[in-house]
Protein backbone atom coordinates (compact mmCIF):
# COMPACT_ATOMS: atom_id res chain seq x y z
CA UNK A 1 0.00 0.00 0.00
CA UNK A 2 1.16 3.22 -0.80
CA UNK A 3 2.37 5.80 1.58
CA UNK A 4 0.60 9.12 1.21
CA UNK A 5 1.81 11.15 4.25
CA UNK A 6 5.51 10.35 5.38
CA UNK A 7 7.00 12.13 8.31
CA UNK A 8 10.35 11.67 8.94
CA UNK A 9 12.90 12.91 12.27
CA UNK A 10 10.65 16.11 12.83
CA UNK A 11 12.07 18.64 15.76
CA UNK A 12 9.92 21.40 16.62
CA UNK A 13 11.27 23.90 19.07
CA UNK A 14 9.89 27.13 20.66
CA UNK A 15 13.09 29.03 22.06
CA UNK A 16 14.37 26.52 24.59
CA UNK A 17 11.13 24.25 24.28
CA UNK A 18 11.68 21.19 22.78
CA UNK A 19 7.94 19.91 21.38
CA UNK A 20 8.98 17.39 18.65
CA UNK A 21 12.40 15.28 19.13
CA UNK A 22 12.22 12.71 16.24
CA UNK A 23 8.60 12.74 15.29
CA UNK A 24 8.37 9.97 12.57
CA UNK A 25 4.63 9.27 11.10
CA UNK A 26 3.51 7.20 7.32
CA UNK A 27 -0.08 7.31 6.44
CA UNK A 28 -1.08 5.13 3.83
CA UNK A 29 -3.44 5.20 1.16
CA UNK A 30 -6.53 4.63 1.93
CA UNK A 31 -6.94 4.70 5.66
CA UNK A 32 -8.15 7.13 8.26
CA UNK A 33 -5.30 7.86 11.00
CA UNK A 34 -5.70 9.37 13.85
CA UNK A 35 -3.40 11.24 15.97
CA UNK A 36 -3.72 11.96 19.63
CA UNK A 37 -1.89 12.70 22.22
CA UNK A 38 -2.11 15.22 25.99
CA UNK A 39 -2.77 19.09 26.40
CA UNK A 40 0.50 20.45 24.83
CA UNK A 41 2.12 17.39 23.24
CA UNK A 42 1.78 19.55 20.01
CA UNK A 43 -0.73 18.09 17.83
CA UNK A 44 -1.62 21.45 16.13
CA UNK A 45 2.15 22.42 15.39
CA UNK A 46 2.69 18.83 14.03
CA UNK A 47 -0.57 19.64 11.29
CA UNK A 48 0.95 22.61 11.07
CA UNK A 49 3.98 21.40 10.04
CA UNK A 50 3.14 18.81 7.86
CA UNK A 51 0.63 21.12 6.06
CA UNK A 52 3.80 23.43 5.33
CA UNK A 53 2.62 25.95 7.42
CA UNK A 54 5.73 25.71 9.55
CA UNK A 55 9.00 24.90 8.93
CA UNK A 56 10.88 22.18 11.15
CA UNK A 57 13.26 22.92 12.94
CA UNK A 58 14.54 19.41 11.41
CA UNK A 59 13.54 16.43 9.57
CA UNK A 60 11.50 16.24 6.24
CA UNK A 61 7.23 15.86 5.63
CA UNK A 62 6.94 14.14 2.04
CA UNK A 63 3.53 14.61 0.84
CA UNK A 64 2.69 11.82 -1.75
CA UNK A 65 6.96 12.01 -2.32
CA UNK A 66 7.62 15.73 -2.45
CA UNK A 67 8.88 16.87 0.44
CA UNK A 68 7.18 20.45 1.60
CA UNK A 69 9.59 21.28 3.65
CA UNK A 70 11.92 22.18 0.91
CA UNK A 71 9.99 23.98 -1.67
CA UNK A 72 9.63 27.86 -2.35
CA UNK A 73 6.33 29.51 -1.71
CA UNK A 74 4.91 29.30 -5.53
CA UNK A 75 5.93 25.27 -5.84
CA UNK A 76 4.60 25.02 -1.77
CA UNK A 77 1.50 26.89 -2.93
CA UNK A 78 0.61 24.25 -5.86
CA UNK A 79 1.39 21.31 -3.46
CA UNK A 80 -1.58 22.59 -0.77
CA UNK A 81 -4.20 22.68 -3.67
CA UNK A 82 -3.47 18.90 -2.99
CA UNK A 83 -4.97 18.37 -0.03
CA UNK A 84 -8.12 20.02 1.94
CA UNK A 85 -7.97 21.01 5.44
CA UNK A 86 -10.39 22.13 7.95
CA UNK A 87 -9.74 23.46 11.26
CA UNK A 88 -11.00 23.28 14.71
CA UNK A 89 -13.84 26.14 14.67
CA UNK A 90 -14.21 25.54 10.87
CA UNK A 91 -12.34 29.09 10.21
CA UNK A 92 -14.57 30.06 7.43
CA UNK A 93 -14.36 33.98 6.53
CA UNK A 94 -17.39 35.52 8.41
CA UNK A 95 -17.60 38.17 5.89
CA UNK A 96 -18.68 35.68 3.28
CA UNK A 97 -21.44 33.30 2.39
CA UNK A 98 -21.25 29.64 2.73
CA UNK A 99 -20.77 29.55 -1.50
CA UNK A 100 -18.46 32.09 -0.83
CA UNK A 101 -16.46 30.62 0.91
CA UNK A 102 -16.58 26.98 -0.96
CA UNK A 103 -15.60 28.61 -4.20
CA UNK A 104 -12.12 30.46 -2.93
CA UNK A 105 -10.07 27.40 -3.12
CA UNK A 106 -11.69 27.16 -7.31
CA UNK A 107 -10.76 30.84 -7.53
CA UNK A 108 -7.38 30.43 -6.39
CA UNK A 109 -6.53 27.52 -8.44
CA UNK A 110 -9.34 26.99 -11.21
CA UNK A 111 -9.98 29.17 -14.27
CA UNK A 112 -14.16 28.44 -14.36
CA UNK A 113 -17.04 30.36 -15.36
CA UNK A 114 -19.62 31.64 -12.69
CA UNK A 115 -22.38 29.50 -13.49
CA UNK A 116 -19.87 26.14 -13.25
CA UNK A 117 -18.44 27.55 -9.89
CA UNK A 118 -22.65 27.83 -8.99
CA UNK A 119 -22.85 24.44 -10.04
CA UNK A 120 -19.78 23.04 -8.06
CA UNK A 121 -20.81 24.67 -4.89
CA UNK A 122 -23.90 23.58 -4.79
CA UNK A 123 -22.35 19.72 -5.80
CA UNK A 124 -20.04 19.97 -2.56
CA UNK A 125 -23.36 21.13 -0.42
CA UNK A 126 -24.86 18.50 -1.21
CA UNK A 127 -21.88 15.65 -0.87
CA UNK A 128 -21.65 16.57 3.14
CA UNK A 129 -25.11 16.91 3.51
CA UNK A 130 -26.39 20.70 3.60
CA UNK A 131 -28.99 22.07 2.10
CA UNK A 132 -28.83 24.40 -1.03
CA UNK A 133 -30.17 27.41 0.40
CA UNK A 134 -27.44 27.33 3.25
CA UNK A 135 -25.06 28.30 0.17
CA UNK A 136 -26.81 32.33 0.64
CA UNK A 137 -26.44 32.13 4.31
CA UNK A 138 -23.13 33.60 6.51
CA UNK A 139 -21.23 31.39 9.11
CA UNK A 140 -23.23 33.33 11.87
CA UNK A 141 -26.45 32.11 10.45
CA UNK A 142 -25.60 28.26 10.84
CA UNK A 143 -25.19 26.07 14.04
CA UNK A 144 -22.24 24.26 14.87
CA UNK A 145 -22.63 21.41 13.06
CA UNK A 146 -23.59 22.99 9.63
CA UNK A 147 -19.93 25.40 10.17
CA UNK A 148 -18.74 21.75 10.06
CA UNK A 149 -20.10 20.67 7.18
CA UNK A 150 -19.20 23.50 5.14
CA UNK A 151 -15.68 24.21 6.48
CA UNK A 152 -15.62 20.18 4.67
CA UNK A 153 -17.59 21.19 1.75
CA UNK A 154 -14.53 24.07 1.21
CA UNK A 155 -12.02 21.42 1.84
CA UNK A 156 -13.36 19.58 -0.87
CA UNK A 157 -13.72 22.25 -3.69
CA UNK A 158 -10.58 20.95 -5.32
CA UNK A 159 -11.51 17.31 -5.30
CA UNK A 160 -8.56 16.63 -3.02
CA UNK A 161 -7.86 12.80 -2.12
CA UNK A 162 -5.87 13.88 1.15
CA UNK A 163 -8.02 15.23 3.86
CA UNK A 164 -6.83 16.73 6.90
CA UNK A 165 -8.84 17.28 9.83
CA UNK A 166 -8.35 19.25 13.41
CA UNK A 167 -10.87 18.29 15.69
CA UNK A 168 -13.64 17.73 13.69
CA UNK A 169 -16.45 16.80 16.33
CA UNK A 170 -15.27 19.33 18.73
CA UNK A 171 -17.82 21.22 20.43
CA UNK A 172 -20.73 19.06 18.93
CA UNK A 173 -23.36 17.38 20.41
CA UNK A 174 -22.92 13.81 20.88
CA UNK A 175 -25.33 12.99 17.83
CA UNK A 176 -23.81 15.68 15.71
CA UNK A 177 -20.85 14.32 16.42
CA UNK A 178 -21.94 10.91 15.90
CA UNK A 179 -23.35 12.04 12.31
CA UNK A 180 -20.58 13.46 11.53
CA UNK A 181 -18.33 10.79 11.80
CA UNK A 182 -20.52 8.96 9.76
CA UNK A 183 -19.97 11.12 6.85
CA UNK A 184 -16.56 11.20 7.13
CA UNK A 185 -16.62 7.50 7.33
CA UNK A 186 -18.89 7.38 3.81
CA UNK A 187 -16.63 10.14 1.83
CA UNK A 188 -13.68 8.47 2.77
CA UNK A 189 -14.87 5.28 0.90
CA UNK A 190 -16.86 6.93 -2.00
CA UNK A 191 -14.57 9.41 -2.64
CA UNK A 192 -11.40 7.24 -2.02
CA UNK A 193 -9.59 9.58 0.35
CA UNK A 194 -6.90 9.27 2.71
CA UNK A 195 -7.93 10.90 6.21
CA UNK A 196 -5.91 12.28 8.57
CA UNK A 197 -7.74 13.22 11.45
CA UNK A 198 -5.90 15.02 14.76
CA UNK A 199 -8.69 14.63 17.71
CA UNK A 200 -9.41 13.63 21.46
CA UNK A 201 -12.58 12.09 20.58
CA UNK A 202 -12.66 8.28 21.55
CA UNK A 203 -16.22 8.01 19.64
CA UNK A 204 -14.49 9.26 16.40
CA UNK A 205 -11.15 7.18 16.64
CA UNK A 206 -12.96 3.61 17.45
CA UNK A 207 -15.72 4.63 14.45
CA UNK A 208 -13.58 5.69 12.32
CA UNK A 209 -9.61 5.01 12.42
CA UNK A 210 -8.03 2.05 11.30
CA UNK A 211 -4.58 3.51 13.00
CA UNK A 212 -3.16 6.08 15.20
CA UNK A 213 -0.34 7.75 16.22
CA UNK A 214 0.26 9.13 19.79
CA UNK A 215 2.55 11.61 20.54
CA UNK A 216 4.27 10.76 23.78
CA UNK A 217 7.61 11.95 25.43
CA UNK A 218 7.81 14.34 21.89
CA UNK A 219 7.92 11.49 19.67
CA UNK A 220 4.97 9.25 17.77
CA UNK A 221 3.93 5.95 19.07
CA UNK A 222 2.18 4.45 15.98
CA UNK A 223 0.06 1.23 15.61
CA UNK A 224 -3.31 -0.41 14.58
CA UNK A 225 -6.20 0.43 17.59
CA UNK A 226 -6.60 -3.60 18.37
CA UNK A 227 -2.73 -2.79 19.55
CA UNK A 228 -2.11 0.38 20.84
CA UNK A 229 -4.64 0.48 23.05
CA UNK A 230 -2.74 -2.43 24.98
CA UNK A 231 1.07 -0.72 24.92
CA UNK A 232 2.22 0.00 28.61
CA UNK A 233 2.96 3.52 28.30
CA UNK A 234 1.53 5.00 31.40
CA UNK A 235 -0.44 8.03 29.27
CA UNK A 236 -1.60 5.59 26.18
CA UNK A 237 -3.05 3.39 28.84
CA UNK A 238 -4.97 6.05 30.70
CA UNK A 239 -5.96 7.40 27.64
CA UNK A 240 -7.44 4.17 26.33
CA UNK A 241 -8.43 2.35 29.16
CA UNK A 242 -10.40 5.06 31.45
CA UNK A 243 -13.36 4.93 32.29
CA UNK A 244 -14.92 6.42 29.22
CA UNK A 245 -12.47 4.72 27.08
CA UNK A 246 -14.12 1.20 28.71
CA UNK A 247 -16.98 1.68 27.89
CA UNK A 248 -16.14 2.09 24.00
CA UNK A 249 -13.36 -1.05 23.99
CA UNK A 250 -15.09 -4.04 22.26
CA UNK A 251 -15.27 -7.63 23.28
CA UNK A 252 -11.76 -9.40 23.42
CA UNK A 253 -11.19 -10.34 19.74
CA UNK A 254 -13.33 -8.45 18.12
CA UNK A 255 -12.45 -5.74 14.99
CA UNK A 256 -11.48 -1.99 15.50
CA UNK A 257 -11.29 0.65 12.79
CA UNK A 258 -13.61 1.49 10.53
Not at 190 to 219: K, Y
Request: net charge neutral; aromatic share 6%; proline share 5%.
Amino acid sequence: MDVIVDVEGIVNRFGEQIVHDGVDMQVRSGEVFGIVGGSGSGKSVLLRTILGLRRPDAGTVRLEGQDITQLDAQALRAAKARYGVTFQHGALFSALTVRENIQLPMLEHLRLPPDALEGLAQLKLRLVGLPSEAAHKYPSQLSGGMIKRAALARALALDPKLLFLDEPTSGLDPISAAAFDELIAYLQKELALTVVMITHDLDSIFRTCNRVGVIVDRRMVVDDIDRIIDYPHPWIRSYFHGERARRLLPPAGAAHGA
